[in-house]
């Protein structure tokens, strides 16, 4: 996607989602336009339900059948709470376990690098970004990929920033691994109960 798309969408959504709007500048033109978003005519409740629905389905690049078959798991999961269902499915995705390691950039980049090959999943070779991965799976780079030019450059310097408290990365071996579950917190950034009324209606 188009870092102009990028930026238009999430001055649309009202939410810097992608890595490139997460700029201070972008935060001081959002500042600026507020009191003319003062003016416009009150969302209506639909209009609230697919904004918070379309934030979290660019945020972690998904399509819309996916986010609506997670959705229906996590309705019909009796185990735990539809919020902690859903956080559950969304976070143990190969592409997120892997962007949540801190040691790339964005989520779309580690969605591309599991798509060409570059990473195994317990020893085997997998393209499947959305492969749902258990705290017994152990994620690392193929031996192929890691004399290539990018892997060479993101291996020979530190993290991009610090990996997620659910994540651990072993910067000596280069490998990923789930160390606990995610837990839906109420300060989430997503409104989970909205996305489901979204669906629910």
Known sequence: MKPVKQYKLSKRLNMPIFEKCQTSKFALREQRNTKFKSFRRPMSRFGQQLIEKQ???????INEK?????????????????????????ESRLDSVVYNSGFIPTRRM????????HFLVNGKKTKVPSRQIKMTDQISIREGSKKTTLFGQL????????????????EKNFTISMEEVPKYLDSSIYDFATIFEFYLR
């Open 55 to 61: 934030k979290l389905r660019f945020s972690y690049g």
């Open 66 to 90: 996916n986010l609506k078959n997670y959705v229906s798991f996590s309705l019909k999961n009796q185990t735990k709470s539809r919020e902690d269902s859903l956080l559950e499915l969304l």
């Open 110 to 117: 580690a969605r591309q690098m599991i798509s060409h090959g």
């Open 155 to 170: 291996t020979g310097s530190k993290p991009v920033r610090k990996a997620t408290s659910f994540v651990k990365f072993d």
